[in-house]
Every structure is written in C-alpha cells, then in structure tokens.
C-alpha cells in the first residue's frame, strides 16, 4: 500500500506542476478541525455488535486542486470495562482525498447538477497487535453534484486494492468496488451561528470475491452497505448531534450465523450520540 500511495502522491504533484492550473480566485481555500466525543450502542464492524465510547478527530478542507476530508478514531477513549472493546486494538484511521480533475486541467467541467470532476481516493487504516490489521485503499472518480434539497452533495465511484483485511483471502488483490454519497444539509437556522443540520453518507459495496475458503463461504458475503443519517445542532465552536446507522451484512459478514457458538449481528441500526468542539 505504501507503495501505491507514494505513486498517487509523485502523479498529483507532477500534474500540479506541469498542467496550468485554474484561476485560484475560483476556489475558496478553507480548512476545519473538530474533536468529538461519541458514544455507539449497536454498532456493526466485524461478525458482531457492540457498544463503545469513543473519541473522533475529524478534519477537512479545500487547497487549490486537493478536496480532504478524514479523521481518526481513539476506541474505548474512557478505558472502560463496560466496553466491547475494552482492552482491543483502539486505533482506525480514514483518510479521504480527492484531486480536482477541473483545476489540474484547467476547464470548468460542470454541467448541470455536476459542479465538478474528481480522482476520489479513500484510505483506511488499522492496526493490530497480532499483524492481521486493515489496510485498505479505494481509488476512482468522484464527483459534487446539486442534488435536490440536498444541495451539493459528494457523489463517488471506487474499485478497492485490499492490502490486509484481518487475514482475509481478499489480501493482496483489486476486490470488489463502491458506491458513495455524503451530504451536509442546513435544515433550519435559530441564530446566525446556531443551526440545525442533516448529514450523513451512505456507503455501498460490492462485487468482493470474498468466497475463496469454506469458511468464507459459510460467514462472508460479496457486499455490505451502511449508512448514517445525522440530526446535529451546530453553535460556533460547539455541537450535539444523533445519528441512525443502518447497516446490511456489515464490512462483508452474513448476519444470522452462528459463530463459535454466538449469532452473528450485522444486519440492523445503531444509535450514535455525540459532543464535539469545533476548532
């Protein structure tokens, strides 16, 4: 992986250098940081549910031609016995780049409800402490399209290079591809700093060879999809907010099974609840 992100790295800077860029007075520069504390009842990762407190540091931006948006999650932040991930690996990184295909080429690609074109990539990382960790990159084309109502929302379309999957069969290959969408909607305004918003993603995969040992073939699936559906108060430097996640054979594990004598859960909805400081 570090190899492929290297390349993707060189290639973006050789463009930035050797290709005229757009005129920077079109693209309002801008970066964000916000640390939250959430708390998961029901969450799906793995063959089954769990309940977690956690802290997030969220970040993101727009630099000339590079659209980021990531952030990095510190689980069982109150060492706490009471959660399921008490005493596990507490680290998992996303890290979502995107080059802008307009600015590198120097033409307004818009048309209609498309406002502008994308190399999309997607990068997650975790760690464990027996190897079998998570890396993963998604890589394609992305997209800001004005939806209706939603306004503009980020619309993207990956193939996924699997480097460690926790041991998977999967490791090592292109396997499978991904349907995104997120959005950020402003639903109603109190104050001029103090707004109400609905905000979410929702995130589709598909196509995974996942089936190459009999025990794959019995516990995993070719597909997963999650989506979070957001209500958050945000005031000038704080913000509450409640999330539904619904997910369907979540991260690729059948729902239903019995594994080492316990049923697997990875079908259904969890409730997130969360605090955050915006910096």
Do not use: C
Request: net charge negative.
């Amino acid at each position: 992986m570090k190899r492929i992100i290297l390349k993707i790295v060189f290639f973006s800077i050789f463009l930035a250098i050797n290709i005229s860029a757009k005129d920077i007075n079109d693209i309002t520069n801008s970066n964000w940081e916000t640390l939250h504390l959430y708390h998961g009842e029901n969450q799906r990762g793995g063959p089954f549910a769990f309940d977690d407190t956690y802290v997030e540091f969220e970040f993101g931006g727009r630099y000339e031609w590079l659209d980021l948006y990531g952030y990095v999650d510190f689980i069982d932040a109150l060492n706490s016995s009471t959660s399921d991930k008490h005493g596990q690996n507490n680290f998992f990184a996303d890290i979502e780049p995107r080059i802008s295909i307009d600015y590198l080429l120097d033409k307004d690609l818009s048309y209609g409800g498309l406002k502008e074109l994308f190399f999309a990539f997607d990068i997650y990382y975790a760690d464990e402490a027996n190897g079998n960790g998570l890396k993963v990159i998604w890589m394609g084309l992305g997209s800001d399209i004005d939806i209706p109502w939603l306004g503009k929302s980020g619309v993207n379309f990956y193939t996924r290079y699997i480097e460690e999957n926790y041991g998977a069969s999967n490791e090592n290959s292109f396997d499978g591809y991904v349907a995104h969408i997120n959005w950020f909607k402003p639903i109603y305004h109190f104050t001029q700093n103090r707004f109400l918003s609905f905000q979410g993603y929702i995130d589709y995969e598909f196509g995974s060879d996942l089936d190459n040992t009999n025990f794959e073939k019995q516990y995993r699936t070719s597909d997963s999809l999650q989506s979070y559906l957001g209500f958050w108060i945000h005031d000038k430097k704080w913000l509450v907010g409640y999330g539904l996640k619904a997910y369907k054979n979540m991260t690729q594990w059948k729902d239903g099974e019995d594994l080492n004598g316990k049923e697997t859960d990875t079908t259904g909805f969890a409730n997130y609840f969360n605090v955050a400081y915006k910096f």
